[in-house]
């Protein structure tokens, strides 16, 4: 798969995650968009790492787009870990 494929799965897991886990993020659009593709990568190499599989075999195959929404789901459970606390303590 090329960059650009690997690109658009990243958004689409992005706004896919942010609709799992709604609430109310620190970021905007475009860092919800950066999770998304960081997530994308980061799903297909825990696929590979942990389970020994493939997971990036296909834009239209299923456990390719599984894992980029897992990714993305942890990575933006991160994201709210590491930067929710900060915002709320403004006064």
């Known amino acids: 798969m090329g960059i650009i494929a690997w690109i658009f799965i990243g958004l689409l897991a992005g706004v896919i995650a942010k609709a799992l886990l709604p609430g109310k993020d620190p ?8 999770i998304g593709i960081a997530g994308g990568l980061l799903g297909g190499w825990l696929g590979k790492v942990i389970f020994g599989v493939d997971s990036i075999d296909g834009f239209f195959d299923l456990s390719t787009w599984i894992a980029a929404v897992v990714g993305s789901i942890i990575l933006l459970v991160l994201y709210r870990v590491v930067t929710g606390n900060r915002h709320s303590r403004r006064a």
């Open 27 to 34: 970021g905007g659009i475009i860092i919800t968009m950066l």
